[in-house]
Structure formats: C-alpha cells, structure tokens
C-alpha cells in the first residue's frame, strides 16, 4: 500500500451517509489542527493541554442510526484533556 499524500490533511468523503474516515497519518495531521483552534484547550474543562499526549480526539457523534463507521470530520471531533476524554467513555 503507497502512500497517498495528495490533498493531504483534507478529509476526503469516503462513505455515501457523508462520513469522513481518516488515514492513521491524516489523522495525526487533524489532531494537531483540532488542538491549534482549540488553543490548545480542552472543549470540556478548559484545561490546558501541554502536550499533544496529554489530549484525545473525541468523536461528538457517536454511531448510531446504524452507522458502521466513526465520522472522521472536522465538525465531529473535539480535543478533550485525558480526564475528560475517560469520563466521556466511562459512562
Ligand atoms: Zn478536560
């Protein structure tokens, strides 16, 4: 499998419901580009975020309506601390 670096870091729509599903390599790129806008900032506690390692990426819409994959999208994801990131899956 080659390396596809065209449209790098732009999620490209790879499902018919509109969902977007990243790459391990343009997922890394989304993470650093949710943690920027965010300021590096947690969306929930608004705790700062030091490190890249010490924030998640969060999935606001979960599965659901029989969706069989994770939306990938910009507008899906949210950087959390890794407090909040547990809680949020704890439940
Ligand atoms: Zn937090």
Not at 13 to 31: C, D, I, N, Q, W
Not at 36 to 64: M, N, P, T
Not at 76 to 83: F, P
């Amino acid at each position: 499998m080659s390396i596809d670096t065209t449209g790098f870091g732009l999620p490209k729509p790879s499902h018919a419901a509109g969902f977007v599903t990243l790459s391990a390599v343009e997922y890394k790129a989304m993470r650093l580009r949710v943690y920027r806008e965010q300021g590096g900032h947690c969306a929930f506690c608004g705790r700062k975020i030091y490190r890249l390692s010490d924030g998640e990426l969060h999935h606001i819409r979960k599965r659901k309506m029989g969706g069989g994959s994770r939306d990938d999208s910009r507008a899906n994801l949210e950087m959390l601390c890794n407090s909040c990131h547990r809680r949020e899956h704890n439940q």
